[in-house]
Nanobody, 127 residues
Framework: QVQLVESGGGLVQAGGSLRLSCAVS????????MGWFRQAPGKEREFVSA????????NYADSVKGRFTISRDNAKNTVYLQMNSLKPDDTAVYYC????????????????????WGQGTQVTVSS
């Protein structure tokens, strides 16, 4: 069974930075395309960023482009989300997700595309 565990969330002031990590176990991590999503209170879960299993292709929501960076370390079975210039609107529970990828270049923006999910980590940005 594939398990995903997020960490790195917390409370930060506007303009600050956080790095989220998602450790994956129980599967062949290097063949999973990965994604980050977030869900604010009263809102639907939304796409944040995705990365192909090769790490060569990345994709971002317009709201985070230029501020967030997704990366992965296949040797450590971990995907990261570096978040800079944080805003109060970034406050949400952040989830990582995994999809067994058919190829090295595909990324997925739709939450329904993913096979496995973590439990989430809270990010709170104060103004």
């Amino acid at each position: 069974q594939v398990q995903l565990v997020e960490s790195g969330g917390g409370l930060v002031q506007a303009g600050g930075s956080l790095r989220l990590s998602c450790a994956v176990s129980g599967g062949t991590f290097s063949r999973y395309a990965m994604g980050w999503f977030r869900q604010a209170p009263g809102k639907e879960r939304e796409f944040v960023s995705a990365i192909s299993w090769s790490g060569l292709i990345t994709n971002y929501a317009d709201s985070v482009k230029g501020r967030f960076t997704i990366s992965r370390d296949n040797a450590k079975n971990t995907v990261y989300l570096q978040m800079n210039s944080l805003k109060p609107d970034d406050t949400a529970v952040y989830y990582c997700a995994a999809k067994y990828g058919p190829d090295y270049y595909s990324v997925y923006r739709l939450k329904g595309s993913y096979d496995y999910w973590g439990q989430g980590t809270q990010v709170t940005v104060s103004s």
